[in-house]
């Protein structure tokens, strides 16, 4: 794999430490890199390409690497102008056998795809609802960004996270989100949000903020046979899984904890992924980022007017 990195912020210089010799070349404009522009880049000298521009110019860095055969891991989340220009790009990476995919890290987390496992398993019996919180403290570091304070906010930014987890443990019959509490303490930009989705099964509730000083994660999963729950995240360690078995007709159940403190593995496992997508070709995930945006969105719009 000769892999560019084209964006040389935060996400890029993460992306570059576990490229290795994979890396072929450093793209960006602003900073110091092998090229400031990936039509520089001869197309010869690579075959795939990890996108981590702001969002206004993914969609056409995107359509270059299409058109030219190489493959893409593009960093959460991907803003479409409208469902035609989706299909029209998701057509041509098919047509031209390119992979596409997005960089949602979160699903490599292991507590993330034990909880899928447990899910999946059927040991919970009927999901009743998921609530999940999650919070950092860079409301000051984002503040006046023209990337991350503007528009949609932390929505697009944590919410993008927390929306894709939704759709790895429960799958698209979880839709109809709803932002009950919309909220601008310090930033432009929405800075702390409430979503929920009361339509579907089961219930979901996330909060997201960037006004928690101590970087923090939670989530809880009540079911009809158990429950199960996740506290904080490998980069923030240690992180906990609880799981919970029902005691009938009441009583307190002994918990089965699993305690990780690790590095955080989801960076690696993620472009170890990608490499797997590349030798099968012909992967996208257009509809995944369509069904997040539709999300976003709607969730945003019934309380247009609440936001303050």
């Not at 000769?2 to 040389?8: A, L």
């Not at 609530?131 to 950092?136: D, I, L, S, T, V």
């Not at 570091?141 to 790895?168: A, E, M, Q, R």
């Given at each position: 794999?000769?892999?560019?990195?084209?964006?040389?912020?935060?996400q890029?210089?993460?992306?570059?430490?576990?490229?290795?010799?994979?890396?072929?070349?450093?793209?960006?404009?602003?900073?110091?890199?092998?090229?400031?522009?990936?039509?520089?880049?001869?197309?010869?000298?690579?075959?795939?390409?990890?996108?981590?521009?702001?969002?206004?110019?993914?969609?056409?860095?995107?359509?270059?690497?299409i058109?030219n055969?190489?493959?893409?891991?593009?960093?959460?989340?991907?803003?479409?102008?409208?469902k035609?220009?989706?299909?029209?790009?998701?057509?041509?990476?098919?047509?031209?056998?390119v992979v596409?995919?997005?960089?949602?890290n979160?699903r490599?987390?292991?507590?993330?795809?034990?909880?899928?496992?447990?899910?999946?398993s059927k040991?919970?019996?009927?999901?009743?609802?998921?609530?999940?919180f999650?919070g950092?403290?860079?409301?000051?570091?984002?503040?006046n960004?023209?990337?991350?304070?503007?528009k949609?906010?932390i929505?697009?930014?944590?919410?993008?996270?927390l929306?894709?987890?939704?759709?790895?443990?429960?799958?698209?019959?979880?839709?109809n989100?709803?932002?009950?509490?919309?909220r601008?303490?310090?930033?432009?930009?929405?800075?702390?949000?409430?979503?929920?989705?009361d339509?579907s099964?089961?219930?979901?509730?996330?909060?997201?903020?960037?006004?928690m000083?101590?970087?923090?994660?939670?989530?809880?999963?009540?079911?009809?046979?158990?429950?199960?729950h996740?506290?904080?995240?490998?980069?923030?360690g240690?992180?906990?899984?609880t799981?919970?078995?029902?005691i009938?007709?009441?009583?307190?159940?002994?918990?089965?904890?699993?305690?990780?403190?690790?590095?955080d593995?989801?960076w690696?496992?993620?472009i170890?992924?990608?490499?797997?997508?590349?030798?099968?070709?012909?992967?996208?995930?257009?509809?995944?980022?369509?069904w997040?945006?539709?999300?976003?969105?709607?969730?945003?719009?019934?309380k247009?007017?609440?936001?303050?």
């Amino acid at each position: 794999m000769k892999t560019i990195i084209v964006g040389m912020g935060i996400q890029g210089n993460k992306r570059k430490i576990f490229l290795n010799k994979n890396l072929k070349y450093t793209v960006d404009k602003f900073v110091g890199a092998d090229f400031k522009s990936i039509y520089d880049v001869p197309l010869k000298s690579f075959n795939s390409a990890i996108i981590c521009v702001p969002d206004n110019e993914k969609l056409k860095i995107m359509e270059y690497c299409i058109k030219n055969k190489k493959d893409i891991l593009v960093e959460k989340p991907v803003l479409f102008k409208s469902k035609t220009q989706a299909k029209k790009l998701d057509r041509l990476a098919k047509k031209n056998k390119v992979v596409v995919y997005t960089a949602f890290n979160h699903r490599f987390e292991p507590h993330f795809v034990r909880m899928e496992k447990l899910i999946k398993s059927k040991k919970l019996g009927k999901i009743y609802s998921c609530r999940m919180f999650y919070g950092n403290g860079t409301a000051s570091l984002v503040k006046n960004s023209g990337w991350k304070d503007t528009k949609y906010g932390i929505l697009t930014d944590l919410g993008s996270h927390l929306l894709d987890t939704c759709l790895f443990w429960f799958g698209k019959k979880v839709k109809n989100f709803k932002s009950v509490s919309n909220r601008k303490f310090e930033n432009r930009s929405i800075d702390h949000t409430i979503l929920i989705s009361d339509d579907s099964q089961p219930k979901i509730e996330i909060e997201m903020t960037y006004l928690m000083w101590k970087n923090h994660f939670t989530c809880d999963v009540l079911a009809e046979k158990g429950s199960a729950h996740i506290e904080s995240l490998c980069k923030w360690g240690p992180t906990t899984f609880t799981y919970r078995k029902r005691i009938y007709p009441s009583g307190k159940p002994k918990d089965k904890k699993i305690v990780l403190i690790k590095q955080d593995p989801t960076w690696l496992s993620e472009i170890n992924y990608f490499k797997k997508l590349r030798k099968n070709k012909n992967f996208t995930d257009f509809e995944k980022n369509l069904w997040i945006q539709k999300q976003l969105i709607e969730s945003l719009d019934y309380k247009l007017n609440k936001i303050i």
